[in-house]
């Protein structure tokens, strides 16, 4: 039976069929499906940790436990997880492990383009990169037979256009899997110089095993067409290339993207005219060509910013436009923007009516840094919004001026090291917890302080306060507050900036877009009120415009089927313009 | 046959999503190899959104590019004049009239183009423009426009009506069928009427 799937959704079936027993993971866009498609095989145990260093510890860990483990990342998490990643690649596994990573060319919702191939490399760990739905689930199943066969995690890299596309998937059954016996095996499992000495070597002639099964692997194949243009390529960019340059071409698409094998790459070469490398981001295959002393255009002519298309392709490489057309007007951008009742609305306005220095993190909220709220400064990686801030502060001395706002998943994640740290250390800022009850922008999954697994199941609940506490904040300087009231947080902030110690400020709302959150009726501008002052303006509804009213007058008006009735607005409005509908 | 391209064209939360399992459904029920691309994550929160189905006997690229669609479903008119470099030449535009303010114009740094609809026509674009909204309100809820869009476009879009009906019945909630299959069938007809 077929069905189109996502890539991500192929990638979890994958599993289900090679009988994975653990998957742990953290959500990040493009890989969040990966594991949400997992968790609905009931043979499959799968959770939520609270960052992708535990995740990939805990599959570590079921691995030598003698399950099948799978744990999936976006690219950025992967950084997260590099510490467990480079050791396991000494340690070899039990169960087979595969640890999925997506990147993002083009950055369709992150903060860098990083090419995770590098982490095959430096972590001398094999990694497969499949090009579509149907070879997400082949590849993966195979990843998990070579896994145990070679005694070594994959890396299987997707990238967005792979995870986010759906096409046909041929369905199978389960291959249910006994779990290994444990064996206690120090040697190979407790990494400390006199046993990591001995197995260095394992992990260089694996990799050597790998590169000389690379060479007729089914992960690679040849396709042999026009000879004029051999093409060198993986992933989605050989769909690309076909759709450029069809049977015109010969192609050596790769699955195993790392390590490469020598021999067939010099034997492709041999057999074409010329060799173009086409792929996203950095020029590694290339290089490796390269190192070989083959000739051939990649990176000089086609660029290493930005997702490839066949239109870059047939541009770059064949010098052919596009026929368009486009009218005059320019075209307003339309960025993503806080949703209509968002509750961090009224925090970023609170932060820039007050002027605050706002050292920010990654999440939904990070959208309060463009206009009109406009209110971070900074904004690196999860969790850098609080140790960022300790470092501004050490160095400045504007504890009252400045505070870090970080979401409660991302808290969990990496901020609470961050708090350690100022109390450790003496400092005394101000931490906003942007509490939502949910991990918003990768679109609403649980986290330890929701009350529910990745299943669905109640947890045990983890109180955010008494976390604070614990790690050493006075409680008389955890204060809670409802972001909904900004003349109330404007009044907490203050107190908390003046005062000399750490503190953390928790605006607990949950996100608007939760099942369960009350909506209330859609609001009004009563035109006889509104005098046109634009106080509604400053904080970036994007239910509120200013429209020329019956009268012709410009005034405030309010789009009713967005509206959810909030009130943000009517807090702002200093002539109680705003009035509710009553209706929705 | 060639591939053919579908775009749908909107604003994060319209509900391109299942219209585009929507033409997938009717793809494979005709047989088609059929490739359909979406963006997840950042573009939801209002932002600029487009999917991609692609069909045909085999399909390569799950993208389509400019020059490329043979139909652009847009859900809004900013949208529709924002993608349509994406048509290719004699391809059609099925557009919503709904005009939706970016965070840009709502803020005054940027104005909403007067008369998009007129202007594309002018181009010499094939254009279908109704008000999408409207239709799905009077089968019963506003939310079914997505559905009423592909109703639009039912007759330029390589199915049968009726296959692109099951599609439809197939792919919505069962609580929304109804509504649904009625709004495809009044914008069906609406078109019919034209």
Same mark, same amino acid.
């Given at each position: 039976?077929?069905?189109?799937?996502?890539?991500?959704?192929?990638?979890?079936?994958?599993?289900?069929?090679?009988?994975?027993?653990?998957?742990?993971?953290?959500?990040?866009?493009?890989?969040?499906?990966?594991?949400?498609?997992?968790?609905?095989?009931?043979?499959?145990?799968?959770?939520?940790?609270?960052?992708?260093?535990?995740?990939l510890?805990?599959s570590i860990?079921?691995s030598?436990?003698?399950?099948?483990a799978f744990s999936?990342m976006?690219h950025?998490?992967l950084n997260?997880a590099a510490d467990p990643l480079f050791i396991t690649a000494y340690t070899g596994v039990?169960?087979g492990l595969v640890i999925g990573v997506?990147?993002?060319?083009?950055?369709?919702?992150?903060?860098?383009?990083?090419d995770s191939r590098h982490y095959a490399i430096g972590a001398k760990l094999p990694m497969i990169e499949?090009?579509?739905?149907?070879?997400?689930?082949?590849f993966?199943?195979?990843a998990y037979?070579l896994s145990e066969q070679f005694d070594t995690p994959f890396i299987l890299r997707?990238?967005?256009?792979?995870?986010?596309?759906?096409?046909?998937?041929?369905?199978?059954?389960?291959?249910?899997?006994?779990?290994?016996?444990?064996?206690?095996?120090?040697?190979?499992?407790?990494m400390?110089?006199?046993?990591?000495?001995?197995r260095h070597?394992v992990v260089e002639q694996r990799l050597a095993d790998l590169a000389?099964y690379a060479?007729?692997?089914?992960l690679?194949?040849?396709?042999?067409?026009?000879?004029?243009?051999?093409?060198?390529?993986?992933?989605?960019?050989?769909?690309?290339?076909?759709?450029?340059?069809?049977?015109?071409?010969?192609?050596?698409?790769?699955?195993l993207i790392h390590p490469l094998?020598?021999?067939?790459?010099?034997?492709?070469?041999?057999?074409?005219?010329?060799?173009?490398?086409?792929?996203?981001?950095?020029?590694v295959?290339?290089?490796?060509?390269?190192?070989?002393?083959?000739?051939?255009?990649?990176?000089?002519?086609?660029?290493?910013?930005?997702?490839?298309?066949?239109?870059?392709?047939?541009?770059?490489?064949?010098?052919?436009?596009?026929?368009?057309?486009?009218?005059?007007?320019?075209?307003?951008?339309?960025?993503?923007?806080?949703?209509?009742?968002?509750?961090?609305?009224?925090?970023?306005?609170?932060?820039?009516?007050?002027?605050?220095?706002?050292?920010?993190?990654?999440?939904?909220?990070?959208?309060?840094?463009?206009?009109?709220?406009?209110?971070?400064?900074?904004?690196?990686?999860?969790?850098?919004?609080?140790?960022?801030?300790?470092?501004?502060?050490?160095?400045?001395?504007?504890?009252?001026?400045?505070?870090?706002?970080?979401?409660?998943?991302?808290?969990?994640?990496?901020?609470?090291?961050?708090?350690?740290?100022?109390?450790?250390?003496?400092?005394?800022?101000?931490?906003?917890?942007?509490?939502?009850?949910?991990?918003?922008?990768?679109?609403?999954?649980?986290?330890?302080?929701?009350?529910?697994?990745?299943?669905?199941?109640?947890?045990?609940?983890?109180?955010?306060?008494?976390?604070?506490?614990?790690?050493?904040?006075?409680?008389?300087?955890?204060?809670?507050?409802?972001?909904?009231?900004?003349?109330?947080?404007?009044?907490?902030?203050?107190?908390?900036?003046?005062?000399?110690?750490?503190?953390?400020?928790?605006?607990?709302?949950?996100?608007?877009?939760?099942?369960?959150?009350?909506?209330?009726?859609?609001?009004?501008?009563?035109?006889?009120?509104?005098?046109?002052?634009?106080?509604?303006?400053?904080?970036?509804?994007?239910?509120?415009?200013?429209?020329?009213?019956?009268?012709?007058?410009?005034?405030?008006?309010?789009?009713?089927?967005?509206?959810?009735?909030?009130?943000?607005?009517?807090?702002?409005?200093?002539?109680?313009?705003?009035?509710?509908?009553?209706?929705? | 046959?060639?591939?053919?391209?579908?775009?749908?064209?909107?604003?994060?939360?319209?509900?391109?999503?299942?219209?585009?399992?929507?033409?997938?459904?009717?793809?494979?029920?005709?047989?088609?190899?059929?490739?359909?691309?979406?963006?997840?994550?950042?573009?939801?929160?209002?932002?600029?959104?487009?999917?991609?189905?692609?069909?045909?006997?085999?399909?390569?690229?799950?993208?389509?590019?400019?020059?490329?669609?043979?139909?652009?479903?847009?859900?809004?008119?900013?949208?529709?004049?924002?993608?349509?470099?994406?048509?290719?030449?004699?391809?059609?535009?099925?557009?919503?009239?709904? *005009?939706?303010?970016?965070?840009?114009?709502?803020?005054?740094?940027?104005?909403?183009?007067?008369?998009?609809?007129?202007?594309?026509?002018?181009?010499?674009?094939?254009?279908?423009?109704?008000?999408?909204?409207?239709?799905? *309100?009077?089968?019963?809820?506003?939310?079914?426009?997505?559905?009423?869009?592909?109703?639009?476009?039912?007759?330029?879009?390589?199915?049968?009506? *009726?296959?692109?009906?099951?599609?439809?019945?197939?792919?919505?909630?069962?609580?929304?069928?109804?509504?649904?299959?009625?709004?495809?069938?009044?914008?069906?007809?609406?078109?019919?009427?034209?």
């Open positions: 039976m077929k069905k189109i799937m996502l890539g991500n959704e192929a990638v979890a079936r994958g599993l289900y069929e090679a009988g994975v027993r653990f998957v742990s993971s953290y959500p990040g866009t493009p890989s969040t499906e990966i594991s949400e498609f997992a968790a609905k095989y009931d043979e499959i145990y799968a959770e939520w940790a609270p960052n992708e260093k535990v995740a510890e805990a860990g079921a030598f436990g003698g399950g099948r999936a976006k950025v998490g997260v039990g169960g997506a990147d993002d060319p083009g950055m369709h919702s992150s903060q860098n383009e990083q499949p090009a579509d739905a149907a070879e997400c689930k082949e993966t199943k195979l037979t997707l990238t967005t256009r792979v995870s986010h596309s759906g096409s046909a998937v041929e369905l199978e059954e389960r291959q249910e899997r006994e779990i290994l016996e444990y064996t206690k095996d120090p040697a190979k499992h407790v400390m110089p006199g046993n990591a000495k001995r070597p000389e060479y007729d692997s089914p690679n194949r040849v396709e042999m067409g026009g000879t004029a243009v051999g093409v060198i390529t993986a992933g989605n960019c050989y769909n690309y290339a076909k759709e450029v340059y069809g049977t015109n071409a010969s192609y050596l698409k790769l699955g094998s020598e021999k067939q790459i010099r034997e492709f070469a041999d057999s074409v005219d010329s060799v173009v490398v086409i792929e996203e981001l950095d020029g295959i290339e290089s490796f060509c390269r190192s070989l002393g083959i000739q051939v255009t990649g990176k000089d002519v086609l660029p290493l910013c930005g997702e490839y298309s066949q239109e870059l392709l047939r541009e770059k490489l064949l010098g052919e436009e596009p026929c368009t057309v486009s009218v005059a007007d320019e075209i307003p951008m339309r960025p993503p923007v806080l949703c209509p009742g968002c509750p961090h609305r009224g925090v970023f306005y609170t932060l820039k009516k007050m002027g605050l220095m706002v050292s920010g993190d990654i999440g939904c909220y990070t959208l309060g840094a463009v206009a009109p709220l406009g209110a971070m400064d900074t904004t690196l990686c999860m969790g850098a919004s609080i140790s960022a801030l300790h470092g501004f502060n050490k160095v400045r001395g504007e504890e009252a001026k400045s505070v870090a706002v970080i979401g409660d998943s991302t808290f969990m994640h990496s901020g609470m090291t961050g708090l350690v740290n100022i109390i450790y250390n003496g400092g005394a800022s101000t931490v906003v917890i942007l509490d939502n009850r949910i991990t918003g922008m990768t679109g609403h999954q649980q986290n330890p302080l929701t009350g529910l697994t990745l299943k669905n199941q109640p947890a045990p609940y983890i109180c955010l306060e008494d976390i604070c506490a614990g790690l050493g904040v006075d409680r008389a300087h955890i204060r809670v507050v409802d972001p909904a009231k900004p003349a109330e947080l404007e009044g907490v902030l203050k107190e908390e900036l003046a005062a000399d110690v750490p503190s953390v400020v928790i605006c607990r709302r949950p996100c608007a877009l939760l099942k369960g959150v009350e909506k209330k009726p859609a609001l009004q501008v009563d035109q006889e009120k509104c005098r046109s002052c634009k106080a509604c303006m400053k904080i970036g509804c994007p239910c509120i415009s200013m429209a020329a009213g019956e009268d012709g007058v410009i005034k405030a008006k309010v789009d009713a089927s967005m509206c959810v009735g909030c009130g943000l607005c009517q807090e702002m409005c200093p002539f109680d313009a705003f009035t509710s509908t009553g209706s929705k | 046959m060639t591939t053919k391209n579908i775009m749908i064209v909107g604003v994060g939360g319209q509900g391109s999503l299942l219209a585009s399992r929507i033409l997938g459904a009717a793809a494979t029920a005709d047989g088609y190899a059929v490739k359909i691309s979406e963006v997840h994550g950042m573009s939801q929160r209002g932002g600029s959104v487009v999917t991609y189905v692609r069909y045909g006997k085999a399909v390569s690229s799950p993208v389509i590019c400019q020059g490329e669609a043979d139909v652009i479903l847009s859900f809004e008119l900013l949208e529709a004049a924002r993608w349509l470099p994406f048509l290719r030449p004699g391809g059609t535009l099925i557009t919503a009239t709904q *005009e939706i303010n970016p965070m840009p114009v709502i803020i005054g740094a940027a104005q909403y183009p007067a008369d998009l609809a007129e202007k594309i026509r002018e181009l010499g674009v094939q254009i279908i423009a109704a008000d999408a909204a409207a239709i799905a *309100e009077e089968a019963g809820n506003g939310r079914a426009a997505n559905v009423a869009l592909i109703g639009l476009g039912a007759h330029v879009l390589g199915f049968d009506t *009726e296959v692109l009906r099951s599609a439809v019945e197939a792919c919505v909630p069962a609580k929304a069928k109804e509504i649904n299959l009625r709004a495809f069938d009044m914008a069906a007809a609406h078109q019919k009427d034209q």
